[in-house]
């Protein structure tokens, strides 16, 4: 019954758009697990935002369809002799959607744009790699102080902090987008609303309906244009991810990137090569609120830690898509080798059970103990909501009574970025980059935007500030890891496990390809009417 009234077609969704059967045009409909918070650029910090900003923006670098490092607006760089400068060569033909070039004037704009404080970027300090970035988003320096400049239109020259390993990775990320200076200076906060827009990606913005759906159209100044396959994306908001599915099998999506993991049996018995699963640099985690009473206490945190069952999580919740953390670097990262685990890993379950009595015990909490009353906040997901709920009964056993408050993903993530009260509540981490500090910066107590447990660690700090200026690769990991030992030993982060991409792709898309950044740029896909 349900596919009878769901099924819509790509003709009939072209039709409703506006299209004719005339034009042909190529149309793909992706589910997308949330609506973006926002679409500009140097504001961004979540994968649902840049999943759709990659397709409208093009970095100094970008990806290919397998997620390598590619030239973008630069066709070239070089760096001298200690890695701590770099120039780089723009292409002639690189656009924006207006006809404008696009010149290293636009990234020296935008660069200064996304460190200085005004803007409230929220994730500004990916990019402290940058000569003067941290000053300069800290009001201790002025924009212009920014290691970037412009030697002239086609030659962007870039000075580090320190040299660092993953740098040229950084810049494909959203927050290192160019965007255009004059719409900016004309329409303020408004450049990013559709009659505004000007992009330099494979994409141009054509409406954004919150909870309907985004339309993006084809690019004809993109210099990549001709390559480009597909007319038009439609980007569906769909948290709710049994709907995802439904409407997956409908035909009305044919992509969604995540899967109600309660039906994984249902799922790979009868989609079979359309459910991708693989490997992905991710962690799902919680964090407790460590300035709220008892999660101040270390051993309160440790203890709810690690009467957690992992493997049950990962086996009997996510349909065995996850693996269990007891680190929060996930494995297979670059430049690190084996991550730092928390010392109780190899304990049995009862050696747990036993050990976390006796800190709850210490700390006046637990069975014969003060009653805790626990608030676990997670963002609108049937995945989200069954951890939590196998969470709570976990902690049962140990006098805690847990409430459970969920929110749609914008809310959720603007509580924790903007310092909201909560105790404990679900959060996720998917590699920008890989590399270990990508995960590891998340705990640095002056990480405000991101640093949701609000945790604080002089020496963790120290260790993470001597691992930026070590450039001998095998020490800075040394260093790192010596931070990640201090880190989960602390528990303000709990990470209960590392991600697998679960998508859903139909057999009318080709060019998709599995990688473990979990990728996949429009511009390199098509789609069968």
Same mark, same amino acid.
């Given at each position: 019954?349900?596919? /009878?009234?769901?099924?819509?077609?790509?003709?009939?969704?072209?039709?409703?758009?506006?299209?004719?059967?005339?034009? $042909?045009?190529?149309?793909?409909?992706?589910?997308?697990?949330?609506?973006?918070?926002?679409?500009? @650029?140097?504001?961004?910090?979540?994968?649902?935002?840049?999943?759709?900003?990659?397709?409208?923006?093009?970095?100094?670098?970008?990806?290919?369809?397998?997620?390598?490092?590619?030239?973008?607006?630069? &066709?070239?760089?070089?760096?001298?002799?200690?890695?701590?400068?770099?120039?780089?060569?723009?292409?002639?033909?690189?656009?924006?959607?207006?006809?404008?070039? /696009?010149?290293?004037?636009?990234?020296?704009? +935008?660069?200064?744009?996304?460190? =200085?404080?005004?803007?409230?970027?929220?994730?500004?300090?990916?990019?402290?790699?940058?000569?003067?970035?941290?000053?300069?988003?800290?009001?201790?320096?002025?924009? #212009?102080?920014?290691?970037?400049?412009?030697?002239?239109?086609?030659?962007?020259?870039?000075?580090?902090?320190?040299?660092?390993?993953?740098?040229?990775?950084?810049?494909?990320?959203?927050?290192?987008?160019?965007?255009?200076?004059?719409?900016?200076?004309?329409?303020?906060?408004?450049?990013?609303?559709? #009659?505004?827009?000007?992009?330099?990606?494979?994409?141009?913005? !054509? +409406?954004?309906?919150?909870? *309907?759906?985004?339309?993006?159209?084809?690019?004809?100044?993109?210099?990549?244009?001709?390559?480009?396959?597909?007319?038009?994306?439609?980007?569906?908001?769909?948290?709710?991810?049994?709907?995802?599915?439904?409407?997956?099998?409908?035909?009305?999506?044919?992509?969604?990137?995540?899967?109600?993991?309660?039906?994984?049996?249902?799922?790979?018995?009868?989609?079979?090569?359309?459910?991708?699963?693989?490997?992905?640099?991710?962690?799902?985690?919680? /964090?407790?609120?460590?300035?709220? &009473?008892?999660?101040?206490d270390v051993r309160v945190r440790q203890a709810l830690s690690m009467v957690l069952d992992?493997?049950?999580?990962?086996?009997?919740?996510?349909?065995?898509?996850?693996?269990?953390?007891?680190?929060?670097? @996930?494995?297979?990262?670059?430049?690190?080798? &084996?991550? $730092?685990?928390?010392?109780?890993?190899?304990?049995?379950?009862?050696?747990?059970?036993? !050990?976390?009595? $006796?800190?709850?015990?210490?700390?006046?909490?637990?069975?014969?103990?003060?009653?805790?009353?626990?608030?676990?906040?997670?963002?609108?997901? #049937?995945?989200?909501?069954?951890?939590?709920?196998?969470?709570?009964?976990?902690?049962?056993?140990?006098?805690?009574?847990?409430?459970?408050?969920?929110?749609?993903?914008?809310?959720?993530?603007?509580?924790?970025?903007?310092?909201?009260?909560?105790?404990?509540?679900?959060?996720?981490?998917?590699? *920008?980059?890989?590399?270990?500090? =990508?995960?590891?910066?998340?705990?640095?107590?002056?990480?405000?935007?991101?640093?949701?447990? =609000?945790?604080?660690?002089?020496?963790?700090?120290?260790?993470?500030?001597?691992?930026?200026?070590?450039?001998?690769?095998?020490?800075?990991?040394?260093?790192?890891?010596? $931070? &990640?030992?201090?880190?989960?030993?602390?528990?303000?982060?709990?990470?209960?496990?590392?991600?697998?991409?679960?998508?859903?792709?139909?057999?009318? /898309?080709?060019?998709?390809?599995? =990688?473990?950044?979990?990728?996949?740029?429009?511009?390199?896909?098509?789609?069968?009417?």
């Open positions: 019954m349900y596919h /009878v009234t769901l099924r819509t077609t790509v003709a009939a969704l072209a039709l409703g758009l506006g299209l004719s059967a005339a034009s $042909a045009q190529m149309v793909y409909n992706r589910g997308n697990p949330g609506d973006p918070e926002t679409l500009d @650029p140097q504001k961004t910090s979540t994968v649902v935002e840049s999943d759709v900003l990659l397709d409208m923006f093009e970095g100094l670098v970008t990806y290919d369809a397998k997620a390598n490092i590619v030239p973008g607006v630069a &066709e070239s760089w070089s760096a001298n002799d200690d890695g701590s400068v770099y120039t780089f060569k723009l292409r002639a033909n690189a656009k924006w959607s207006n006809g404008d070039p /696009v010149t290293a004037s636009d990234f020296v704009f +935008s660069f200064q744009r996304l460190m =200085n404080p005004e803007t409230g970027a929220k994730y500004a300090n990916i990019l402290y790699t940058i000569k003067n970035g941290e000053k300069v988003n800290k009001g201790q320096a002025k924009v #212009e102080e920014l290691g970037v400049k412009a030697i002239d239109d086609k030659t962007l020259e870039i000075a580090l902090e320190n040299p660092a390993p993953y740098f040229i990775a950084q810049l494909a990320h959203q927050t290192g987008f160019p965007v255009h200076a004059a719409s900016v200076k004309k329409f303020g906060k408004d450049f990013i609303k559709p #009659e505004n827009w000007v992009s330099n990606g494979a994409y141009m913005l !054509k +409406s954004f309906v919150p909870n *309907d759906k985004i339309v993006m159209v084809k690019n004809p100044s993109y210099r990549d244009a001709a390559s480009v396959k597909v007319d038009q994306v439609n980007v569906f908001p769909i948290e709710d991810r049994a709907a995802g599915l439904r409407r997956f099998q409908a035909g009305e999506i044919h992509t969604y990137n995540d899967v109600p993991t309660d039906q994984i049996k249902f799922i790979r018995e009868n989609l079979k090569d359309k459910f991708k699963l693989a490997p992905y640099l991710g962690t799902y985690y919680f /964090v407790f609120n460590t300035k709220k &009473e008892p999660f101040t992992r493997e049950f999580l990962a086996e009997e919740i996510w349909g065995g898509t996850m693996i269990p953390a007891y680190s929060f670097v @996930p494995p297979g990262i670059g430049n690190y080798g &084996e991550p $730092a685990t928390v010392s109780w890993k190899d304990l049995s379950p009862i050696e747990r059970e036993d !050990k976390a009595k $006796a800190l709850l015990k210490e700390a006046g909490y637990g069975p014969g103990g003060k009653k805790m009353t626990v608030e676990i906040r997670y963002n609108t997901s #049937e995945n989200h909501k069954n951890t939590s709920v196998a969470m709570a009964n976990q902690w049962k056993p140990f006098n805690v009574e847990v409430k459970l408050v969920n929110t749609d993903l914008k809310t959720h993530y603007a509580l924790l970025r903007d310092k909201g009260d909560f105790d404990v509540a679900r959060a996720g981490w998917i590699a *920008d980059y890989s590399d270990p500090q =990508n995960f590891l910066f998340l705990g640095e107590s002056d990480n405000k935007g991101l640093n949701y447990a =609000n945790y604080a660690n002089k020496d963790y700090d120290a260790l993470m500030k001597k691992a930026a200026g070590t450039k001998d690769l095998t020490e800075r990991a040394k260093v790192l890891k010596q $931070a &990640e030992a201090i880190f989960v030993n602390d528990q303000a982060y709990i990470p209960l496990m590392f991600y697998g991409s679960k998508n859903l792709v139909s057999d009318k /898309v080709s060019g998709y390809e599995s =990688n473990t950044l979990d990728r996949h740029l429009s511009r390199f896909l098509s789609i069968k009417n």
